[in-house]
């Protein structure tokens, strides 16, 4: 009888990783033992050997930082308009 171990599993069309994992003593089918997280992508995909993607840890980090950095800036467009429309109002009174 054959030992257990995880398998992780993908989509048998797209090759995208399907969260979760199985533990088990025969390997499922669309599955490797290789675990995505030892990869440094967040979108893996399996391309037979390896996980594989377009979008690193590091790049979304990076991408989520400048995001957050410009929700600031919306806010106080937001506040400046916001000030704006009230002095108008105040001086058609």
């Known amino acids: 009888m054959a030992e257990k171990q995880w398998y992780f599993k993908f989509d048998p069309a797209t090759k995208e990783f ?3 994992a199985v533990f088990t003593d025969e390997q499922p089918e669309n599955s490797t033992t290789v675990d995505p ?4 992508y967040i979108d893996a995909k399996w391309d037979g050997s390896a996980w594989t993607g377009t979008v690193t840890r590091e790049q979304w980090l990076q991408q989520q930082q400048s995001q957050q950095t ?7 467009q937001i506040a400046d308009l916001y ?3 009230l002095n108008q109002e105040l001086k058609g009174l």
């Not at 997280?37 to 440094?40: F, K, L, P």
């Not at 410009?70 to 106080?76: E, M, R």
């Open 18 to 20: 399907i969260p979760g």
């Open 83 to 85: 000030v704006r429309v």
């Open 37 to 40: 997280a030892t990869s440094e």
């Open 70 to 76: 410009q929700v600031p800036d919306v806010q106080k």
